[in-house]
Each structure stands twice: as structure tokens, then as C-alpha cells.
């Protein structure tokens, strides 16, 4: 364990950025002996990870902590710098963490828990104007009231409705689907919603100006009812998609490196920073969001809008695209033994009701990985 306890002290000095050029070495080596050691060390480089950890430091007592940190080395107190008290006590939830994982891997060697990664479910939550929420859930039948007690949405059978809301003023809400989640709505001019996993959707409980506007955020399939009066916009962090009554699925996740609309059917404008490129029907939009490069193309359509279906489908996607897809409907953490192996592809159609531990069987029979799952951790590496 020694040895192990060097290596943490090691990588924390990574990141506070005062490693050696002699101990960085050390790190990658120690990295390249085997699969585990790259999915601890990519575990605790985790931004997720780091902020779990700084939540653990936050509960507890910090000066004692410093204490025992600090003490053996006859440190005195009061000549340190107030940063490294609290980096030292930082790094104790930190090891603490990975020791646990450790005696996890010694106590149960062979098992997995992946039987407990079930596949999402219809849940949701509603955000009024006033902040108050409503959480939906597969078997929830809720109304939803604004402030004034108004009801202006009712939710039945995992599909929230504001069809034929009445109100006089500009009122927002919103809807969250968590990871593991997804749902629909119906807006109040009928148009039909489908939200995947890890999305956001801010709307009008009624639209009363001279267009139809939503702000989303994550992946959304919408059937726009016609109104060639009103026209129909969704807005992204980086785009704004305009049509009168179509069909088209939207994917804007702040995780990805890029943004897509696909047209099913109808016409849309697809416009950034005051450009627009028209898509007609199997034809795809993709913004590259590093440099802001739009390419229109060709597309089977159905690889883009299963999923509202019930149905995942993938053609040869490499397996780090896969893997976030997954990750957000499985709610589960992909990591990868090096960048090569996220590059392979994945060709197949998977029900959604797939269990997961199926899932990553599929993918190990059908390409050349070998994928190890801890708890909701899920390492892939290439078979030599």
C-alpha cells in the first residue's frame, strides 16, 4: 500500500500542477501496467470525481484533518500558506475514495454489480415560473398549477400536455429529464415533444407573441403543428432552428463536440451566428462547435430518431459517441484503456429495455473489446 499511497501523492501533485518531470514519469508508467491502474488514475483526474471528493472535504473537520496531515511532518502551522491547509485536507477524501475502491477489487475480484444498471424510465421534473417544482414519474398523473393557481398543464400516461392553455401573459416553464430518463409533452399549440435523457426544455405555457420559441438544451424530437402565420423556433446554446410545421430531431448536449439536426419531414432553417443552411427531408445539419463549421449531408434518419421509438440504432458509430449516448440512458461513467479503442465501431439495433450487462456483451461479441464494469463504472479496452 506504500506504494500505492506514493502514487496518489503523485497524481494530487499533478493536479495542483507542481509534479516533476521525473515523478510524471513514474505516474504514466505505473499507468501503463495494467487497465486498473488507468481506470483509477482516470477516476480520480475526473472533474466529476474531484467535485464528490471536495463535497466529502466540505462535511469534515478540516482542522483536524490538517492536523493529521500535517503533524507528523512537524509542520508548523502557522508558516504554511492557508492554500495548502486546505489542499491537504482536500487530499484525504481523495485517497480515502480510492482505497475504497481498491478493497472492493480484493474482496470481490470477479463480480459486478451491472445487474443493478437497469435501463432509463419515463420521470421528469417540471420547473414553474416561481422555481417551485413537480417531479413526473412512470405511473405519476400530476397537474400542474402556476403561482396564481392556474392549471396550465396536466401530466397522464408520461406525457405532460399544455394543449389548449389559456393564459393571457408570458409564463416559463420548464422541463428537466434526468440521466436514465426521458419523456413527452404536448405544447400548448399542439406540437408533440419527445426528450431524451440529460435534457432541458424551456417554453411558453402559452405562446402569445407572433412566434413559437423554445430553448433546449441536450436531444429533443419535435413534431411541429402548422401555423404558417406563427412560425415554430428552437433555440440552442449555439443555433436556431426555424420551420412551420415539420418534423426533426435537435441534439445539443454541452458535452459533445458537435450539434445536429436531422429533418424528417417538412423544411427547416438551420441558422448560426446569422448564417442559414435549408435541410430538406433525410438531410442532417452538423455544427462543428470548435470552429463553428456547419456540414450538410445525407442521413438515414432512423440512426438519429429511434431512440423516441424505443430503439437504439447505430451504424459504425466508434464507441466513445456510443458510449455517451449510453451513458446518459444507463446513467452510468465510460472510461477508456486508451484514446484507439473509442475509435472502433459499433453496428446494431438495441431495444432501450435492453439490460445493460446484455448491452456490453452485444458490443464485446460484435467487436474487438473487452469491457469491465464496477459498480457504475465501465472500463473498455482492445483485445491484442
Same mark, same amino acid.
Given at each position: 500500500?506504500?506504494?500505492?499511497?506514493?502514487?496518489?501523492?503523485?497524481?494530487?501533485?499533478?493536479?495542483?500542477?507542481?509534479?516533476?518531470?521525473?515523478?510524471?514519469? %513514474?505516474?504514466?508508467?505505473?499507468?501503463?501496467?495494467?487497465?486498473?491502474?488507468?481506470?483509477?488514475?482516470?477516476?480520480?483526474?475526473?472533474?466529476?470525481?474531484?467535485?464528490?471528493?471536495?463535497?466529502?472535504?466540505?462535511?469534515?473537520?478540516?482542522?483536524?484533518?490538517?492536523?493529521?496531515?500535517?503533524?507528523?511532518?512537524?509542520?508548523?502551522?502557522?508558516?504554511?500558506?492557508?492554500?495548502?491547509?486546505?489542499?491537504?485536507?482536500?487530499?484525504?477524501?481523495?485517497?480515502?475514495?480510492?482505497?475504497?475502491?481498491?478493497?472492493?477489487?480484493?474482496?470481490?475480484?470477479?463480480?459486478?454489480?451491472?445487474?443493478?444498471?437497469?435501463?432509463?424510465?419515463?420521470? /421528469?421534473?417540471?420547473?414553474? !415560473?416561481?422555481?417551485?417544482?413537480?417531479?413526473?414519474?412512470?405511473?405519476? !398523473?400530476?397537474?400542474?398549477?402556476?403561482?396564481?393557481?392556474?392549471?396550465?398543464?396536466?401530466?397522464?400516461?408520461?406525457?405532460?400536455?399544455?394543449?389548449?392553455?389559456?393564459?393571457?401573459?408570458?409564463?416559463?416553464?420548464?422541463?428537466?429529464?434526468?440521466?436514465?430518463?426521458?419523456?413527452?409533452?404536448?405544447?400548448?399549440?399542439?406540437?408533440?415533444?419527445?426528450?431524451?435523457?440529460? !435534457?432541458?426544455?424551456?417554453?411558453?405555457?402559452?405562446f402569445i407573441s407572433d412566434t413559437r420559441?423554445?430553448?433546449?438544451?441536450?436531444?429533443?424530437?419535435?413534431?411541429?403543428?402548422?401555423?404558417?402565420?406563427?412560425?415554430?423556433?428552437?433555440?440552442?446554446?449555439?443555433?436556431?432552428?426555424?420551420?412551420?410545421?415539420?418534423?426533426?430531431?435537435?441534439?445539443?448536449?454541452?458535452?459533445?463536440?458537435?450539434?445536429?439536426?436531422?429533418?424528417?419531414?417538412?423544411?427547416?432553417?438551420?441558422?448560426?451566428?446569422?448564417?442559414?443552411?435549408?435541410?430538406?427531408?433525410?438531410?442532417?445539419?452538423?455544427?462543428a462547435l470548435n470552429n463553428s463549421n456547419?456540414?450538410?449531408?445525407?442521413?438515414?434518419?432512423?440512426?438519429?430518431?429511434?431512440?423516441?421509438?424505443?430503439?437504439?440504432?447505430?451504424?459504425?458509430?466508434?464507441?466513445?459517441?456510443?458510449?455517451?449516448?449510453?451513458?446518459?440512458?444507463?446513467?452510468?461513467?465510460?472510461?477508456?484503456?486508451? /484514446?484507439?479503442?473509442?475509435?472502433?465501431?459499433?453496428?446494431?439495433?438495441?431495444?432501450?429495455?435492453?439490460?445493460?450487462?446484455?448491452?456490453?456483451?452485444?458490443?464485446?461479441?460484435?467487436?474487438?473489446?473487452?469491457?469491465?464494469?464496477?459498480?457504475?463504472? %465501465?472500463?473498455?479496452?482492445?483485445?491484442?
Amino acid at each position: 500500500m506504500e506504494d500505492l499511497k506514493y502514487i496518489y501523492t503523485l497524481i494530487y501533485k499533478q493536479l495542483v500542477h507542481s509534479i516533476t518531470d521525473d515523478e510524471q514519469s %513514474v505516474v504514466d508508467n505505473w499507468r501503463k501496467q495494467n487497465s486498473r491502474n488507468e481506470l483509477l488514475y482516470q477516476r480520480v483526474v475526473d472533474q466529476k470525481s474531484i467535485n464528490n471528493s471536495f463535497n466529502v472535504y466540505k462535511s469534515i473537520d478540516t482542522d483536524n484533518a490538517f492536523n493529521k496531515v500535517i503533524a507528523p511532518a512537524a509542520i508548523k502551522r502557522r508558516l504554511l500558506p492557508t492554500f495548502f491547509k486546505y489542499a491537504a485536507a482536500v487530499v484525504i477524501p481523495l485517497l480515502l475514495g480510492l482505497s475504497i475502491w481498491l478493497i472492493s477489487e480484493q474482496q470481490q475480484p470477479n463480480a459486478t454489480i451491472s445487474e443493478l444498471i437497469v435501463p432509463g424510465s419515463n420521470k /421528469a421534473m417540471v420547473v414553474l !415560473s416561481d422555481g417551485s417544482t413537480v417531479e413526473l414519474a412512470n405511473e405519476s !398523473s400530476a397537474i400542474v398549477l402556476e403561482e396564481d393557481g392556474k392549471v396550465v398543464g396536466k401530466d397522464s400516461l408520461h406525457t405532460l400536455s399544455y394543449q389548449h392553455v389559456t393564459a393571457d401573459k408570458l409564463i416559463y416553464n420548464t422541463l428537466k429529464i434526468p440521466y436514465g430518463g426521458e419523456y413527452q409533452m404536448v405544447l400548448s399549440d399542439g406540437t408533440k415533444v419527445w426528450l431524451n435523457s440529460g !435534457s432541458i426544455l424551456k417554453f411558453p405555457v402559452n405562446f402569445i407573441s407572433d412566434t413559437r420559441e423554445v430553448t433546449l438544451q441536450g436531444e429533443a424530437f419535435f413534431e411541429v403543428a402548422h401555423n404558417a402565420d406563427k412560425p415554430f423556433m428552437v433555440h440552442t446554446k449555439h443555433s436556431t432552428t426555424k420551420v412551420y410545421g415539420t418534423s426533426f430531431n435537435v441534439m445539443s448536449y454541452n458535452n459533445d463536440k458537435v450539434e445536429q439536426v436531422t429533418l424528417i419531414e417538412g423544411k427547416v432553417g438551420f441558422s448560426i451566428k446569422g448564417q442559414q443552411t435549408l435541410l430538406l427531408p433525410g438531410q442532417q445539419a452538423e455544427l462543428a462547435l470548435n470552429n463553428s463549421n456547419v456540414v450538410l449531408k445525407e442521413v438515414d434518419a432512423s440512426l438519429y430518431t429511434s431512440w423516441k421509438d424505443g430503439v437504439l440504432k447505430f451504424k459504425n458509430m466508434p464507441i466513445k459517441d456510443l458510449s455517451k449516448k449510453l451513458a446518459r440512458w444507463y446513467d452510468v461513467d465510460f472510461y477508456f484503456a486508451n /484514446a484507439a479503442v473509442g475509435e472502433i465501431g459499433f453496428t446494431g439495433r438495441v431495444e432501450k429495455t435492453t439490460d445493460f450487462k446484455h448491452f456490453m456483451s452485444l458490443i464485446e461479441k460484435t467487436t474487438n473489446v473487452k469491457i469491465s464494469i464496477n459498480g457504475r463504472t %465501465v472500463l473498455v479496452e482492445e483485445i491484442n
